[in-house]
């Protein structure tokens, strides 16, 4: 797993036994920097695609992606019409599926995508209606052997809470924190569950958002062993052997 440091934004990169598959890529400017790091891996191939929703910090740049890469197939939430943002770059991502046959597929809860000797179990959204698009975010599990990883993009309190009585949880080595550390997520009541020994934040340094939130980082740091930012740590991988898990990180800005 490699938590690729986009600035204010998100992108995962994640692989097992040559099988590929990228959560998000961050804002439009850096899709050349995510395709250059894909490409001095060795990617040629993405089999599948998770855009957890539609805001440019996670998917500004994500038709670039889908015309640079074979493509297998792309994960998208389920939003209600009249909630579906009117964005130029969520219009020139559903264009560049089209025109490079790319299939898209909507979340569903329990659904599973196979990633080589992975396994990752969508566990939201669950359906339900939201007044913020952040909790229809594409959430999912991750299991490899003994280690189980959480991803659950910009999902606020209200979809982990959905989350929480799906009851598809439990304690995760890693946790890749929501909503790049707000103080609307990650709660209580969620890291009370999963209590991850590794968690990872994704932001820009100095953002006005003022993300990570000190309270999320109190809870944070309470449970997990190590807290890694990418604004502060750059990039950050993780390599498992389906028992233990390594951990590095670049230090590099985007």
């Known amino acids: 797993m490699h938590f690729i440091n986009v600035g204010q934004g998100d992108c995962t990169f994640i692989a097992a036994n040559g099988v590929t598959m990228l959560v998000d890529c961050g804002e439009e400017e850096v899709s050349g920097y995510v395709v250059s790091y894909l490409?001095?891996?060795?990617?040629?191939?993405?089999?599948?695609?998770?855009?957890?929703?539609?805001?440019?910090?996670?998917?500004?740049?994500?038709?670039?992606?889908?015309?640079?890469?074979?493509?297998?197939?792309?994960?998208?939430?389920?939003?209600?019409?009249?909630?579906?943002?009117?964005?130029?770059?969520?219009?020139?991502?559903?264009?560049?599926?089209?025109?490079?046959?790319?299939?898209?597929?909507?979340?569903?809860?329990?659904?599973?995508?196979?990633?080589?000797?992975?396994?990752?179990?969508?566990?939201?959204?669950?359906?339900?209606?939201?007044?913020?698009?952040?909790?229809?975010?594409?959430?999912?599990?991750?299991?490899?052997?003994?280690?189980?990883?959480?991803?659950?993009?910009?999902?606020?309190?209200?979809?982990?809470?959905?989350?929480?009585?799906?009851?598809?949880?439990?304690?995760?080595?890693?946790?890749?924190?929501?909503?790049?550390?707000?103080a609307y997520s990650s709660t209580e009541e969620l890291i009370d569950v999963i209590r991850p020994k590794i968690s990872v934040i994704s932001c820009g340094r100095e953002n006005s958002y003022g993300h990570p939130a000190r309270s999320t980082l109190k809870r944070l740091t309470e449970v997990s062993d190590k807290v890694l930012r990418t604004d502060v740590d750059g990039t950050v991988t993780a390599e498992s052997d389906g028992r233990e898990i390594k951990i590095s990180s670049g230090r590099k800005a985007a």
Do not use: W
Not at 66 to 73: E, H, M, S, T
Not at 81 to 102: G, K
Not at 112 to 120: E, L, P, R
């Open 39 to 182: 490409r001095k891996l060795g990617v040629g191939r993405l089999d599948h695609v998770i855009a957890t929703h539609p805001h440019s910090d996670h998917m500004g740049g994500m038709y670039r992606i889908i015309d640079v890469f074979d493509v297998g197939d792309v994960i998208i939430p389920h939003i209600p019409d009249e909630q579906m943002p009117d964005t130029l770059f969520y219009e020139r991502f559903i264009d560049s599926c089209e025109a490079n046959n790319v299939t898209i597929k909507e979340a569903a809860v329990g659904q599973t995508v196979d990633i080589g000797s992975a396994k990752a179990e969508i566990v939201a959204p669950d359906g339900s209606f939201y007044e913020d698009i952040n909790n229809y975010s594409v959430s999912f599990v991750l299991t490899h052997g003994d280690v189980r990883c959480l991803f659950t993009g910009d999902a606020e309190a209200e979809s982990e809470a959905a989350m929480l009585q799906g009851g598809r949880l439990g304690k995760m080595t890693i946790y890749k924190a929501g909503h790049h550390g707000s």
